[in-house]
């Protein structure tokens, strides 16, 4: 089977990826969204081009927040834009009943989602890669014509993401653990900072950085998303309230071994849960060495530690940035495996790196 064009409805930062990753695959794309100005960013930007294709397209892939998911889907439905129909909602069970109370044919829709974005939104944020590696949800329904399904996988491979395949309702409860609950944990974290001493942000370290990094996100799309899958989030809300919950008792009652035990219990079971999430290419997770290079702050320099890093024949499976505000270096952690950190460590000391 050869599928070579698709239509993006909406040009925010996902739809923008998508129709940058299958122009890169040499599809011929077709950008719609309500605001006409995104369009045209996003065609400008190289992701297609803005407007309604002459005729049906391979495949229509909707990325509207999710309570316009399923208005968008039907009405390019009934419209035949195309010969196959997906989404990247993430939540899959409200539109497709949204969908059918809508009276749009689902017979051909591939749910689906990209598990993958960024803080930023809206088309300049897009990248051609940003889907690469990635999970890509599709939820065919038991009934759905193997055709369909094999047209949006092509999709999915050619932005160079990998499918997995689920039901509506294992999705949306997969969902609302590893990314609906951690966005609103992250969002309180960061609320808290509102309430903080003032002397205390400044001095905030990378731990809480990371944490929070989400927080940025849009909130509007993320109280969509939450309103759309209320039920599975609020069970994962209230296990980890009764986590926090059994620490705070222990802190609140003052006795030190008991406080120490309680947090102890939960920092074992926080590693082992760690230890479940899949390493680089989604294989198990191992560990890294660490090679600590201190960085001046100036242009380039960033670049040229990873091209003398690639110069000393070694691949840097990761990489983390410290800050320290007011300084003027910085310090870069290089992961890369075991067996090799001596040799880079060397090998960028002798190219003039403060390596450790």
């Known amino acids: 089977m050869t599928v070579t064009?698709?239509?993006?409805?909406?040009?925010?930062?996902?739809?923008?990826?998508?129709?940058?990753?299958?122009?890169?695959?040499?599809w011929t794309v077709h950008l719609v969204d309500v605001?006409?100005?995104?369009?045209?960013?996003?065609?400008?930007?190289?992701?297609?081009?803005?407007g309604i294709p002459d005729s049906p397209v391979d495949v229509a892939l909707v990325a509207a927040p999710p309570r316009h998911t399923a208005a968008a889907l039907a009405q390019a439905i009934g419209g035949g834009l195309a010969g196959t129909y997906t989404d990247v909602a993430s939540v899959k069970e409200q539109v497709l009943t949204d969908l059918r109370e809508l009276g749009g044919d689902i017979t051909r829709y591939v749910g689906g989602h990209p598990v993958a974005g960024r803080e930023r939104?809206?088309?300049?944020?897009?990248?051609?890669?940003?889907?690469?590696?990635?999970?890509?949800v599709l939820t065919p329904l038991p009934d759905q014509r193997a055709d369909d399904v094999a047209v949006v996988r092509a999709l999915v491979v050619a932005c160079g993401a990998s499918p997995v395949v689920m039901t509506v309702e294992e999705h949306d409860r997969a969902l609302a653990a590893v990314s609906h609950l951690p966005q609103l944990v992250a969002s309180a974290l960061a609320a808290g900072l509102l309430d903080a001493d003032p002397q205390a942000v400044?001095?905030?370290?990378?731990?809480?950085?990371?944490?929070?990094?989400?927080?940025?996100s849009d909130p509007e799309l993320w109280a969509d998303i939450a309103a759309a899958n209320a039920d599975p989030l609020a069970a994962g809300l209230q296990g980890l309230i009764d986590r926090l919950a059994?620490?705070?008792?222990?802190l609140a009652a003052g006795d030190p071994a008991t406080v120490q035990e309680a947090v102890r219990?939960?920092?074992?079971?926080?590693?082992?849960?760690?230890a479940r999430l899949p390493g680089k290419h989604g294989g198990a997770s191992r560990d890294f060495a660490t090679v600590a290079v201190v960085v001046s702050d100036q242009?380039?320099?960033?670049?040229?530690?990873?091209v003398d890093a690639g110069d000393c024949g070694v691949n840097v499976e990761d990489l983390r940035v410290e800050h320290t505000p007011g300084r003027p270096t910085g310090v870069i952690e290089l992961f890369v495996e075991p067996g090799v950190a001596d040799t880079l460590r060397t090998a960028l000391r002798e190219r003039g790196w403060s390596a450790h």
Request: no cysteine.
């Open 35 to 50: 605001d006409p100005a995104r369009a045209a960013l996003a065609a400008d930007m190289g992701a297609g081009a803005a």
């Open 121 to 136: 939104t809206g088309p300049a944020g897009a990248s051609h890669d940003l889907f690469t590696g990635r999970p890509w």
């Open 5 to 26: 064009s698709a239509l993006v409805v909406g040009t925010g930062l996902i739809g923008t990826s998508v129709g940058l990753a299958l122009r890169a695959a040499g």
């Open 265 to 274: 219990r939960l920092l074992i079971a926080g590693n082992e849960g760690q």
């Open 246 to 250: 059994q620490v705070q008792q222990r």
């Open 202 to 216: 400044p001095i905030a370290g990378q731990g809480l950085r990371d944490m929070v990094r989400i927080a940025a």
């Open 299 to 306: 242009p380039g320099q960033l670049a040229r530690l990873l």
